[in-house]
């Protein structure tokens, strides 16, 4: 096609208006998140392009962190905070089947995520496509560098970084050792 980031004139809105503000014909497309991008396409409000899985298998949309005090004066606290959160990232995985909430216990992953986010409605986590966890908690660095490098082309961040050189994963480590094996 030929066209760059530069072409188009972007707005910035947050993910729970991108479904009224492409009902509303105030932006002509968009790059939202779940569950607002079934919402929209559902209720007729847009059509889908291609998902960010489609368009960059593997990208990272997301990571936890911890403040540096946190890390630095409760280094146990995190440890077995991020185990607590491992053994549910690899629950949550399994309940992933064909790209849905539709594998063996996605009853039980339903209903928790139903009670505990946002999104309410079942049948709605049910037809999303849910972001995939790594089962060790690891980050695609490759990914978070591109996303880095991209925003700095444009401007939106200022000077030059490399993250595999801020990414430290020494609590990481500590939580997976004596974990079972990934599921």
């Not at 709605?124 to 591109?146: E, F, W, Y």
């Amino acid at each position: 096609m030929g066209l760059g980031y530069g072409d188009v004139d972007t707005v910035n809105l947050p993910f729970p208006d991108h479904p009224v503000a492409l009902a509303n014909k105030a932006v002509d497309g968009g790059v939202t998140a779940e569950p607002f991008a079934t919402i929209a396409v559902e209720r007729g409000m847009a059509v889908s392009f291609k998902r960010d899985d489609e368009i960059d298998p593997g990208h990272q949309l997301g990571c936890l962190l911890f403040s540096d005090a946190f890390a630095t004066d409760r280094p146990d606290v995190a440890i077995r905070f991020l185990r607590a959160y491992l053994n549910g990232s690899r629950t949550y995985n399994l309940a992933l089947k064909d790209g849905r909430l539709a594998g063996d216990n996605a009853d039980e992953v339903v209903a928790i995520l139903a009670k505990y986010t946002s999104v309410k409605n079942p049948a709605l986590l049910r037809k999303i496509t849910p972001a995939g966890l790594h089962p060790d908690g690891r980050l695609n660095i490759d990914s978070l560098q591109r996303d880095f490098d991209f925003y700095a082309s444009q401007g939106l961040i200022q000077g030059r970084l490399l993250i595999r050189d801020i990414v430290d994963e020494t609590l990481l480590n500590a939580a997976v050792k004596g974990l079972s094996a990934a599921r």
